[in-house]
């Protein structure tokens, strides 16, 4: 059977993204549920995070991880069920690292004792999949660097050292499920920093490496009865390393590690000797943890600590070769190289070093890295990349695979493609930028460990031809970019020895010249690349220089920024065509740097790896005019205040400004569409606030101190229908009462009546009602009512829904034309989601972000979903994003605009919606061409435009006739042709969907 007739009920493919047991799942709830409409949350991943604790629960089939320190210590737990993190609570051990964790099997719960949280730990703590329950604050001393295992054949928790501030334990302690006994205080030496796993198929705990004193590297058995040294030697001594026990290969597989050569190797152990099977893999690193999914017969890591930086990578081992997972982002790198490739609208990366040499290509979107080969060139630093617009092919050249490379290689999208071992010498740390007026790609300098080259070279596709031997002096490190508009490939700096240049030079086909010996500081290993919409030559960073941007316009250099990335070299930099900013990834600052930045002509803004402090008491208001949710100010923690405004544009925040209103907290904000300004009024600074500030994405602006009295924990809303912001109650050393609106001029008086006076309630607009909508609040105890204001008074319209409460947040859905309301301290349950649809409130859900207060929420109308930062839960100010969708059509769990952005789902017609949620009706689209044949016959060709992965077969009949096949091509078209009687329209009828709602009209004029 065809793809397309295995796919009865017409759900698409998406080829790649799941194992085909995992097929059988989704499309068994799929294809029966196209009506089904699901809402979820979703968060994003765990951040990046060292000294956690993870373990496989068989029973769930998921790796749980608890806790680390990700800039703070965490208390989170997430579940990884090979596909996606999920968030599952932020309730339970207090937040630590440290700590040690195994999955109790017969219990069916995940054991987890000790740590560090201020003080050492000595609770033991369960986790039966659904909440954290606190067992025993007895047993071992308090204690971090421990190790634990679950012995499958006695039934019980293996635990062995740690340290507990004497300064190592040397005891092995076995937990039951109801008590810690003490079992031996005998075998390896007093340790911490160590790891073990539990070797099911020969029944002994594996114990190797850790610290006492000096690094240790011998490996250790525990039998149940007593400890025996089995070997020492093997992977080289080390410490914070990590072991998990294979059981399907019956290996102990080990990684990482403080070994002081800080090697990416991975060992196993078979219960004889020790083997090094890998030596790629995730880069070097400490502190990070493992578990084997049974489930899935793959070895699962996460996080740790390399080179001074927190990491954030899944990795996951199947027994011969490592797998980042989600392949969300290149690893940390240097000597890389990055093109633009204008045809696909995609920045490619090719190499570079890690921490060892690496040879996968990744593509850049714009807005996520997606890993789409591994084998080409051979694994390499300092190479040379550049596209040829005219044979659409990014053409790379030469670099170090240990040695000096000569080879040229190019990259169709697909494959990479040797093309030539001749042409240049071997060469390294060279320049190539395609001079797209000739259509050929110029190749400058470099070095070869014994000479500087100063010769030019070209490649026009077929061949490359020694052009000059004259103009710049030799050199390597330099950079070069084509000037397209002049018909130039500029280049600057570079190095010869230790002498570093800041000279700038154009090509113009036939020779160099000199044309510049001011601008930038003399420098090497920096950035260039050509801005096509601006005109100018970008300039960025490098060794030597510093942390400024430059920009040349064929006539002088500018230097046109001092903030940004901080100083950088050895990275790439592309410019993006598609989204008019240049792009750039990687490189040492001084340590290896995992961000990717972008800039826009104006500034540049870190478009991955970026984290938001987190905060409660903050305020947000989403921009329709920009397509922005803009967030100010907030509370940081005890006398903290935010000042700065930071803006979410569905991928990533961006820091917007760190000037205008002084830093407060419990504001009220609205965006103001009439006026296309952000309004934000009052507050808490040191004391309360009656100012009147508006944004108008770049700067604020003071534009009025009178009006309603200074007050904090009030609420706001934009009258669409009148064009003015309704602002109701707060606290002005009372609780308020008052209604207040503002014109975009001055704030007027409209009414004392309505609700109680209260705080910390919480207003949303209805746009297709016409009234603002005002639900709870604290009046002097907790509020469940709910009121609209029609403009001229209010209307108490319901005191049933959610429980009382204040501090929760709400904003109106437009999608589904109703108010959602989330959150808020009601002193019993505050992670609910409700609804308000203007005649009753409706419990949504009760998943999702944990139960919190003080947060904020904005309805992003071009995405169509609602998004969620920070707040309250406890004692612990939180900073997760989240986003709530109305739509999930594939029940995935995960909102369908994350699925698209994300690149889990493709989106080939780019409506937003995930192509396997969408009937063939909107996922294909019909081209028809006539032709007129013999005796005045009509060819019909049918083209249909498909959200369908390439290769996929697709059959259609023409008017009830046989049947024919076709296959989606890489543009993912199908074309179909029957000759026929003349007549002007056929009716084409796609098979393997049902109804005559799958069939279209061919046309002939």
């Known amino acids: 059977m065809n793809r397309w007739g295995a796919m009865m009920g017409c759900s698409s493919v998406r080829a790649g993204f799941a194992t085909a047991a995992a097929w059988a799942v989704m499309l068994s709830a799929r294809t029966a549920s196209w009506g089904q409409e699901c809402r979820v949350w979703h968060e994003m991943t765990p951040g990046n995070r060292m000294g956690h604790a993870m ?40 937040p630590r690292e440290g700590h040690a964790m195994a999955y109790d099997a017969q ?31 007895t047993g071992p001393s308090p204690r971090e660097g421990h190790a634990m295992a679950y012995d499958a054949q006695r039934d019980v928790t293996l635990l062995f050292g740690g340290d507990d501030g004497s300064p190592w334990s040397g005891e092995t302690w076995e937990w039951d499920g109801a008590a810690w006994t003490l079992v031996s205080t005998s075998g390896p030496s007093a340790r911490s920093g160590h790891a073990m796993a539990y070797d099911a198929q020969r029944g002994v705990t594996v114990l190797f490496g850790g610290w006492h004193r000096e690094l240790d590297e011998e490996t250790w058995e525990w039998d149940g009865r007593s400890w025996v040294l089995v070997s020492t030697t093997g992977p080289p001594p080390r410490s914070s390393h990590a072991m998990a026990y294979d059981e399907h290969r019956g290996v102990t597989v080990l990684f990482g590690g403080d070994d002081q050569s800080r090697d990416r190797d991975t060992w196993a152990w078979d219960g004889a000797s020790w083997i ?151 060469r390294y740390r060279h320049a190539m930028a395609y001079d797209a007026q000739r259509g050929v790609t110029v190749l400058f300098g470099g070095y070869d460990r014994t000479r500087y080259f100063g010769d030019t070279w070209e490649w026009d596709g077929a061949d490359w031809t020694l052009r000059s031997s004259t103009g710049p002096a030799q050199r390597s490190l330099h950079a070069m970019a084509s000037d397209t508009q002049r018909g130039v490939v500029v280049l600057f700096g570079g190095i010869e020895g230790s002498r570093h240049y800041g000279d700038t030079w154009e090509w113009d086909g036939a020779s160099w010249a000199q044309v510049s010996t001011t601008g930038p500081s003399a420098r090497e290993s920096h950035l260039m690349a050509y801005d096509v919409d601006r005109g100018v030559t970008l300039l960025f960073g490098g060794d030597a220089g510093s942390d400024d941007t430059w920009a040349w316009d064929g006539v002088a250099w500018r230097r046109v920024s001092t903030t940004g990335p901080s100083l950088l070299y050895r990275s790439a930099m ?47 208001a989403y921009d329709a005019r920009r397509g ?21 544009n569905g991928l990533y925040w961006r820091l917007a400004s760190t000037t205008g209103p002084s830093p407060r907290q419990r504001h009220a904000m609205a965006y103001d569409v009439q006026r296309g300004a952000t309004v934000l009024f009052g507050g808490y600074d040191g004391s309360l606030d009656g100012e009147t500030w508006t944004w108008d994405g770049t700067t604020w602006s003071l534009v009025s101190t009178t009006g309603p009295s200074p007050r904090a924990g009030h609420a706001m809303a934009f009258d669409a229908e009148r064009g003015v912001i309704v602002l109701f109650g707060g606290s002005d050393g009372s609780f308020n009462g008052e209604t207040w609106e503002w014109d975009g001029a001055t704030w007027s008086l409209v009414s004392s009546h309505g609700p109680s006076p209260r705080r910390d309630h919480a207003m949303a607009y209805d746009a297709l009602r016409g009234v603002t909508v005002l639900f709870g609040g604290n009046d002097g105890s907790l509020d469940g009512e709910t009121w609209e204001w029609d403009a001229k008074s209010w209307s108490r319209v319901s005191t049933a829904g959610p429980s009382p409460r204040y501090g929760h947040a709400m904003t109106f859905d437009a999608k589904r034309s109703a108010t959602v309301a989330f959150g808020g301290h009601d002193e019993s349950v505050g992670g609910e989601t409700w609804e308000w649809d203007g005649a009753s409130w409706t419990l949504l859900s009760t998943s999702g972000p944990s139960s919190r207060y003080d947060h904020a929420m904005a309805y992003d109308a071009r995405r169509g979903v609602t998004v969620l930062f920070g707040g309250l839960h406890g004692a612990t100010t939180d900073g997760e994003t989240w986003e709530w969708s109305s739509s999930d059509c594939n029940c995935n769990g995960i909102a369908d605009s994350f699925d698209v952005r994300s690149g889990a789902s493709p989106d080939r017609n780019a409506n937003g919606i995930p192509d396997e949620c969408e009937p063939c009706e909107h996922v294909l689209g019909m081209k028809t061409d006539c032709a007129i044949g013999e005796d005045d016959d009509l060819r019909v060709r ?31 078209r199908a074309s179909f042709a029957w000759r026929v009687a003349e007549k002007r329209e056929y009716e084409v009828c796609l098979l393997g969907c049902e109804g005559s709602q799958w069939c279209r009209s061919a046309r002939c004029p």
């Open 628 to 648: 922005m949710t803009v967030m100010f100010g907030g509370h940081g923690g005890g006398a903290l205040r935010w000042g700065e405004t930071w803006e979410w």
């Open 574 to 620: 592309a410019y993006d065509a598609r989204h008019s900013v240049t792009v750039l990834f990687g490189g040492i600052a001084p340590v290896y740097d995992p961000d990717t930045w972008a800039w826009d002509g104006a500034a540049w803004t870190r478009v991955w790896g970026v984290t938001l402090p987190q905060r409660d008491q903050h305020a947000m």
């Open 276 to 426: 090094r099977v890998s030596t790629t893999g995730p880069s070097w690193r400490i502190s990070h943890a493992m578990a084997y999914d049974a489930g899935r017969g793959v070895t699962v890591t996460f996080g740790g600590y390399a080179y001074q930086s927190r990491l954030g990578e899944t990795w996951e081992w199947d027994g011969a070769s490592w797998t980042r997972v989600p392949r969300s982002s290149p690893s940390q790198r240097h000597n890389h190289a990055m093109a633009y490739d204008a045809h696909r609208g995609v920045t490619v990366l090719f190499g570079g070093d890690d921490g060892i040499l690496t040879g996968d290509t990744w593509e850049w979107s714009g807005t996520t890295w997606t890993l789409v080969s591994t084998t080409g060139p051979s694994a390499r630093s300092w190479h040379a990349m550049a596209y040829d617009v005219q044979r659409g092919v990014t053409v790379l050249f030469g670099g170090s695979d240990g040695t000096p490379n000569g080879e040229t290689w190019e990259w169709n999208g697909v494959a990479w493609a040797l093309v030539s071992t001749t042409g240049p010498p071997a």
């Open 55 to 94: 373990a496989y629960d068989a029973q769930r089939g998921v790796t749980v991880l608890f806790g680390g320190y990700d800039g703070s210590l965490d208390g989170e737990t997430w579940v990884w069920d090979g596909t996606s993190w999920m968030l599952v609570a932020t309730t339970g051990p207090s």
């Open 942 to 972: 049918l083209r249909l435009k498909c959200a369908l992965p390439e290769g996929t077969d697709i059959s259609a009949a023409l008017e009830g006739g046989a049947a024919k096949t076709s296959t989606i091509d890489a543009r993912g």
């Open 107 to 137: 219990r069916g719960v995940t054991v987890l004792f000790g740590g560090r949280h201020g003080s050492r730990d000595g609770e033991t703590w369960e986790w039966d999949g659904g909440a954290w329950t606190l067992v025993s604050t």
